[in-house]
């Protein structure tokens, strides 16, 4: 699992909209890397917005805002367009990325244990250094927390 201090391991994922997203092209800005289970489900999409709701804020605390899962990129161009998402968001159809973060876990519901995203939030320095990480995440009040601290780094 990866916790402050840690060097953030590096991506290239694709994208929504084409192309691909690599983490250390944003140096020597700073990135929010969240992770999340599934596109288009209600606390996923509560998240996306909250996070757009305050992209200039972000912005103008030197962050991108990376949004992690699963889904591909043609599936993140139609939820981006279906809620009017500012934030990127990327694929990790192979599960590499969420390993690497330690997010890929085992989770259960109603009864059944399966694999899947533990919804999780890192926020990476300039010099590529984890400077706070949430794990297990909340969605209400979790975007403002997370502001707060880009704004204080």
Known sequence: MISEGDMAPDFTLPRDGGGTITLSE????????????????????????????????????????????????????????????????????????CEAYGVWKEKSMYGKTYMGIERSTFLIGGDGKVLNAWHKVRVPGHVEAVLEAAQSS
Not at 37 to 63: M, S, V
Not at 67 to 72: A, H, Y
Not at 77 to 97: E, M, N, R, T
């Open 26 to 97: 944003l140096r020597p800005g700073k990135a929010v890397v969240y992770f999340y289970p599934k596109d288009d489900t209600p606390g996923c999409t509560k998240e996306a917005i909250g996070f757009t709701e305050h992209l200039d804020a972000f912005k103008a605390a030197g962050c991108d805002i990376i949004g992690i899962s699963k889904d591909t990129a043609a599936k993140h161009d139609k939820f981006l367009a279906k809620h009017a998402l500012g934030v990127i968001l990327a694929s990790d159809a192979d599960d590499q990325v």
